[in-house]
């Protein structure tokens, strides 16, 4: 690993002015995915400021809903006792990824913000726009059998690697942010980006913010009783998604009175299934309904030579998820 | 009753401070002559390059392991998998892929388990480790420790300090419930030789023992 400065600050708008004046710094949290990256020569910031003092690791119900400190682990999130009861689904979809050592060391703020798995991305004798933008990308006539079916470019088709990110695009997540120009909040789905021309932004922070929290709305609670994070890999644990679902519905009288659908490891973001929720509204729970929500929650999705088994995982995973959130299947 | 002991690297190159700054003054300035003179002649009459120096200089880092207090200087990319076994001889925790992938690196910070290999040694100053050199109670080998070694729960045994760790956790975690749960949240734990139903059998049985 190369040289780089070290700084700890307590506060916040230090830390934010700190990361403002270096253009090559970089916010230090669990440090999972940056110092790995590190070790790999993928990033060699210049400082780090690790922000692992600073006063953001609070769990606590709001008026509106919950808030989630950007520093709050993610084994703190998925082992918090509101969350488990009233946004069950957040803490499926953490559970489901990484090992207890990591979640226990991963936060919040860097689970928004870690990076594609794309080989392709991790190897720096291969080309790649996201890691060398105008580098070319190695998957797109490469061996891309884990990425993109949705929303990708010419420039990129890799996909973003978070369990915890489905989740909180199912349950309508913001996330607030402060940077020198002062607080904002943006919407999860506004949060993540697809690749465009400009793979090698993944989201809509802009340079020097700093992720403060992650809110979850009253609303979303109710989704908390018919709920499942089902997700498909090579293994049956410790591995990134091939194919995940998030699905939560409200049912009444066996009538579906609202569904919250999203997956992972199709798209550049997470991949919300608004379509199929739309088409869910109002249907009897029955798994004729459920393929007929998967068959459009597919439509659009495109396929590479290595990743056509995913035109078929993707629905039938749709359709799985719901039938044991239903308890359709066990 | 902890003890202050003083550390120092136990191997390998010179990491005096001199050594360091004069290297960096020199790179400086050869980097001072191949680039742009203008900027450059600014800066060395800025003196810059002292300040370069300065600024990747070893930080002081205090850890408490295994009861025992410690002081030492590490430059900031060093990672706490290194401080235990470069800087302590701590060699009882294993640096397996050095990538957070397997596990054999798993030590407990302020009680909880992590992968020592992906965290910076600074960012653990002020707080507590154990290593599994700190399991045992003087030659009283700790239950998790007995019973591996009665179910055989290792063969080559390169994973098993990490294992160990791990399902010293899990216990107090309370994911031991099934046969199922404990593979689950014990996954962060590779081992190549297979040793996983020896393992569960081993957690199951401190487990029981605790009831
Ligand atoms: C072996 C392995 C397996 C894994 N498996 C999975 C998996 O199956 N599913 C899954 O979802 N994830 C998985 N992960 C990824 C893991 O979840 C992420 O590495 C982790 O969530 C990152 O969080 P962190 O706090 O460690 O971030 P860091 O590594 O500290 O930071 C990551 C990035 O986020 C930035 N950052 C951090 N906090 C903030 C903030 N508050 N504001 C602005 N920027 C910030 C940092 O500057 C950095 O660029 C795996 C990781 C490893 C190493
Ligand atoms: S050495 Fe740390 S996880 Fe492998
Ligand atoms: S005992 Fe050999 S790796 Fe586990």
Redesign the interface.
Known sequence: MNQFQYTRPAETAVAVKSLAKEPNGYFLAGGTNLVDMMKMGLVVPDKLIDINRLPLKKIEKTATGMHIGALASNSEVAEHAYIKAQYPLLALAINAGASPQLRNMATVGGNLMQRTRCPYFFDTAMPCNKRTPGSGCGALEGINRMHALFGASDKCIAVNPSDMNVALAALDATIHVTGVKGPRAIKIGDFHRLPGDHPELDNTLQKGELITSVDLPTASSAYNKHVYYLKIRDRTSYAFALVSVAAALHIENNTITGARLAMGGVAHKPWRLSTAETFLKGKAVNEDNFKHAAQIAMQGAKAYEYNKFKLKLAPNAIVQSLKLATGLAS | MSTTKPCTPTDGEDNSNGTRRDFLKQTSLLTAIALTPGTVVKAAENQWDEKLAG??EK?ALHLEVNGVKHELMV???V?LLEVLREYLDLTGTKKGC???QC?AC?VHVNG????SC???A??N?GKKITTIEGLAKEEELHPMQEAFIKHDGFQCGYCTSGQIM?AV??LK?G?SGSETEI???M???ICRCGAYPNIVKAIQEVKGGMV
């Open positions: 600024v990747f930080q430059e900031p990319r990672t050095d990538r957070g596990g798993t909880v388990r992590v992968n992906l965290s910076l600074l960012t100053d791990s956790a899990l975690e994911h593979r689950e949240f996954s962060g734990n």
